[in-house]
């Protein structure tokens, strides 16, 4: 349920979602962004306690995931 979930999971889980939103548009400059920002994010938040382990490998698995899919994404 996400109500229950850490303010650090709903940040992370907003990442997502902006994600899939501007892939879905194709903003993919946005996306990008977007999928840096979540990256950077994952790593401050378990360097700082606030991410458990099995999480913090969920979201880095998220993180790669959208990794492999743009990497051909170009101007």
Known sequence: MAFF????RRE????IEEIEINLANN????????RRRL???VEELY????LKEK????Y???FETY???MRDYHH
Do not use: E, F, W
């Open 47 to 50: 360097a700082d306690g606030k």
């Open 67 to 69: 990794t492999q899919i």
């Open 5 to 8: 979930r850490s303010r650090a």
């Open 55 to 58: 999480h913090y490998r969920a």
């Open 39 to 41: 990256g950077r994010r």
């Open 12 to 15: 992370l889980d907003s990442l």
């Open 27 to 34: 903003y993919k400059d946005v996306a990008h962004d977007a």
């Open 60 to 62: 880095r698995a998220r």
